[in-house]
């Protein structure tokens, strides 16, 4: 698959993600508090991510490894990529004007810092190899 494709089927699955993330922090939020709504909302976004991005975004390519071990090494590209996000914002945040429309530019940023270690870890790491059915 073209590099162009698979990075729009990787935003694709990136905007799906941040939808149910919002959707399942709010419906339990009353239930489970802010954190722990938190929580559920970011293992439910990842898996949708995780579904999109191995069945579209890198058809084609494999983990090489188990299902289960491929959804880990999944979750953990993504808690390094929001850690990668929340760094940035904070560090602009702290350094630099703190208004609502500079707070948004920072959000951008952290968020484009993030999605940028998780192409790069989910392409380059996770599906580096071609599927058994695509080698040549």
Known sequence: MKLSRRLLWFGIAGVLGLLVDVAVL???RDTLGVYGARAASFLAAATAT???NRHLSFAGRSAGVSLWHEYLRYLGLMLGGGAVNLAVYSFLAWRFSQTPFWLAVYVGAGSLAGMTMNYL????WLYRHKAPDQRS
Do not use: D, P, Y
């Open 26 to 28: 709010t419906a339990l």
């Open 50 to 52: 995780w579904l999109v």
């Open 121 to 124: 870890g989910a392409s380059q």
